[in-house]
């Protein structure tokens, strides 16, 4: 018989999805969302409505690997029951992959120290089958080193209105980009990318604009010209949703959380 603490407890779960049939992680009165399946699994789980707060906000039909929510709830259960109750009766595209009590200071938006994504880019002259909704497909052959070299004039703290979303709500449009690498493994080439927070739309628009870069329409400098313009119509397009992939949110050791796997995110966004 399931006994409750009157004691609110603040949870955080570790998450990940395949976004292909969701709006965005945020709920939607019309449409399905993460955060709607999320906080009715927690729900089933604590025997009580649950409303989860994440750590970043995908888009429509992006994916993660690394999703870090936080709850409440007074009800008492193991943070293995909380995990393995939430994937009963979560559908098979959303798992929560670790459960851990945090102080009540913690909140997984504010507290993060950084957050990085993974877009991933099919690059063939065929299409592909597999990964037709998990990679952006570009036929012609792209310049990898000429993509990375141009990519490092984002680095450090910049007005990043070239490559947001018109709809952004973010009041200000400065961030801090710590890290961007651009790889290729055969016919996959990645952008992986590091900041203290993102703008709507920022990961996918940086990979529009680098993608002009690797087939040759676009020349190097474009780039720095384009953060430099701080007008959205100077740079690329906005890269498809499903080659992107939210990697995994950095926060302060004392809280205790899981760190990312990278072996098991690089064979899954892979995939």
Do not use: K
Request: proline fraction near 5%.
């Amino acid at each position: 018989m399931n006994t409750r603490d009157p004691v609110q407890q603040r949870i955080a779960v570790g998450i990940e999805y395949d976004g292909r049939r969701f709006a965005g992680w945020q709920r939607q009165a019309d449409a399905p969302s993460v955060q709607a399946e999320v906080e009715r699994a927690l729900g089933a789980v604590a025997d009580h409505p649950v409303e989860a707060t994440c750590g970043g906000r995908t888009d429509a039909g992006v994916h993660a690997l690394g999703q870090v929510a936080h709850f409440d709830s007074t009800a008492r259960r193991s943070m293995r029951g909380w995990a393995l109750g939430a994937n009963t009766a979560l559908p098979p595209d959303i798992a929560v992959l670790w459960a851990v009590q945090v102080p009540g200071e913690f909140h997984a938006r504010h507290s993060a120290l950084a957050r990085s994504y993974r877009y991933v880019i099919q690059n063939r002259a065929v299409r592909p089958a597999l990964a037709r909704q998990r990679a952006c497909w570009v036929h012609e052959p792209l310049d990898e080193a000429a993509m990375h070299d141009a990519a490092q004039c984002l680095l450090g703290e910049h007005d990043f209105s070239a490559f947001r979303a018109s709809e952004c709500q973010s009041r200000t449009a400065v961030r801090r980009l710590d890290r961007i690498a651009v790889g290729r493994d055969a016919d996959r080439v990645t952008i992986e990318v590091t900041a203290n927070a993102f703008l709507h739309h920022m990961v996918r628009n940086i990979a529009g604009t680098l993608i002009a870069v690797g087939r040759g329409d676009r020349p190097r400098a474009w780039v720095a010209e384009a953060l430099a313009g701080r007008d959205r119509r100077a740079a690329g397009i906005t890269a498809p949703a499903g080659g992107l992939y939210f990697l995994r949110i950095e926060y302060p050791r004392h809280f205790g959380l899981p760190a990312a796997d990278p072996a098991a995110s690089a064979m899954i966004a892979g995939a």
